[in-house]
């Protein structure tokens, strides 16, 4: 890491402790004021070093996940947006892949009124949401449980995966690059998804606008092999691009409108909008 100032760099300190920092808290730490803070933040996301989320920033890797509840606060409304939206495209009386992932756990959420749905799932918390609705059929994938995150997955979770052939799949992903990459951190939990992309007969893609200026070592897929994404903001213009030549849908829950004033410098410049599409 170059170029960092004294506090900049107690910032980084704080950050790799805590996982999870917040600007006022930062300007009454150092006595400066929010905007100086913001600038620090700001600096220490065009380096890769942090993420921003509402408010303040956490800390961003490239090579393993954060931790599951610090993903938490990563875009959390715009993740309960995507949720509501994603939700609405799903029937009643149909059958449902979820996969891990704190988006596809809000879709699970917003399902809690849906009736005569049949879920398998690999996420012990989609499980938890939605087993004791009385019109819900839940199944879990067997295997291992992955402790940070309540994650089954494994060849057992997979094999069970291709017993089925549902109507939907719900899938998120880490990172998505401009080329149409669908990425993740490990490979056990890429090989269920695959199996979830290959056993539905529509695969919809929840992922927030924060995946586009993150990298992950494990290809999923490539967003061809999606039929909706539904996501918060514009996609960077080349993935607009792939998705309208494709004939994806793509879904925006959260589109900047002219006027509005961002805090969030570090996320990426939306130059085209992805076609089709329309607003949730």
Known sequence: MTGLSHRQSE???????????????????????????????????????????HGGAIIASGVENLA????????????????AAAAALIPNGCSLF????TTTEEVASALASHE?????TNNLNVAMLLYRHPRMEVIVAGGAVRRADGAVVGSTATQLIGQFKVDYAIIGASA?????A????????????????????SVILVADSTKFTRSAPVRIAHISQIQTFVTDQALPAELANICHSRGIQVIETMPKRAGDIEETA???????????????
């Open 11 to 53: 910032i980084l300190n704080l950050a790799r402790a805590s996982g999870r920092i917040m600007v006022e808290d930062l300007a009454r730490r150092f006595e400066v004021s929010a905007q100086t803070i913001r600038k620090d933040l700001n600096d220490l996301c065009e380096q890769r070093a942090l993420m921003r989320i």
């Open 176 to 180: 998505i690059d401009e080329e149409g």
């Open 116 to 120: 005569d749905l049949l879920v398998i």
């Open 98 to 101: 979820i996969n891990i992932g």
């Open 68 to 83: 599951y509840e610090a993903r938490r606060f990563v875009a959390a409304e715009e993740k309960k947006a995507i949720g």
């Open 182 to 201: 669908l990425l993740d951190f490990d490979y056990r939990e890429v090989q269920v998804a695959q199996a979830i992309i290959a056993n539905a007969r």
């Open 266 to 280: 570090a996320e990426p410049a939306n130059e085209g909008a992805p076609i089709p599409f329309r607003h949730a």
